[in-house]
């Protein structure tokens, strides 16, 4: 579903430059739940932000879906962004906008209508667990369930890939288990392919097929999740 090419990426230019990504290759099978792992500095969020192209990379290709986005023009790329959700460490949620507002705004950018998206909104709502928080403000939320808004707000669009970066990261123990045991579901129930990136191995062990290691822009290991780590 997501494949990268010989993915290398860095920033700045000349003798200052800094190559953050060096000739990456990455296949994350339809499905699957995917997870690259590595110490802060590693080169984990270049990577994932590579993958729908909020950062260019230097050199090399980003397959997903079967289409190389590299060679998108800025259209072409608008259209295939949406088979392709994020969530973010931080949530990323518009303040100003309830839960409900939050998980219309791609739709709304979609140009959809209301009835349709309300029609889209509501499964989402029930999936996440938000029906009662519907018309709450962010500040009113905690943080699993912000992130669990960012989430229905990736889902909106129908997806095919999810791309996590750091999701837990700010996240208790708990909650953790909570948003993972979601990120399950939808990858069981919705058939959504998986690219998370992790600097936390329990995260690799609860629930990624495979992983990959990553360290100084590198990816130096790949590997199925073995059975010694217990699912729960
Ligand atoms: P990680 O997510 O694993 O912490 P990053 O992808 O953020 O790693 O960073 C990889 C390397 O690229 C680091 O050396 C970092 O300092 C550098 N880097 C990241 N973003 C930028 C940027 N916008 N400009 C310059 N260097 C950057
Ligand atoms: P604005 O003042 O920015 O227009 P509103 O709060 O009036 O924002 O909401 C805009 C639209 O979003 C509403 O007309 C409605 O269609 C939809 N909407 C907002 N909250 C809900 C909700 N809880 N259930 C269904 N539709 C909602």
């Known amino acids: 579903m997501i494949r990268l090419e010989h993915l290398s990426k860095f920033y700045g230019s000349g003798q200052s430059a800094v190559a953050a990504l060096q000739d990456v290759e990455l296949h994350v099978p339809e499905g699957s739940i995917t997870g690259v792992i590595g110490v802060s500095g590693a080169g984990k969020s270049t990577l994932i932000r590579c993958v729908n192209l909020l950062e260019r990379p230097t050199s090399g290709k ?24 994020m969530i973010f460490q931080h949530f990323n949620l518009l303040d100003s906008r309830t839960v409900y507002r939050n998980i219309a705004f791609p ?9 349709a998206i309300q029609q889209r909104i509501t499964p989402l709502l029930e999936l996440t667990g938000l029906t009662d928080k519907r018309d709450n403000y962010p500040s009113a939320l905690s943080g699993g369930q912000k992130q669990r808004v960012a989430i229905a707000r990736a889902l909106a669009s129908r997806p095919k890939v999810l791309l996590c970066d750091e999701a837990t990261s700010a996240l208790d123990p708990q909650t953790t288990t909570s948003i993972l045991e979601l990120l399950r579901e939808i990858n069981q129930e919705l058939g959504l ?35 010694f780590f217990t699912r729960p």
Do not use: F, Y
């Open 107 to 115: 739709l709304e950018l979609m140009g959809l209508n209301k009835a």
């Open 193 to 227: 392919t998986i690219l998370l990136i992790t600097h936390e191995m329990e995260v690799v062990k609860s629930i990624c097929d495979s992983v990959a290691l990553i360290s100084d822009g590198r990816l130096v290991e790949t590997s199925r999740v073995g059975p």
């Open 62 to 85: 980003v397959w997903v879906d079967g289409q190389d986005l590299t060679c998108l023009d800025e259209q072409g790329l608008r259209k295939a962004r949406h088979d392709i959700g």
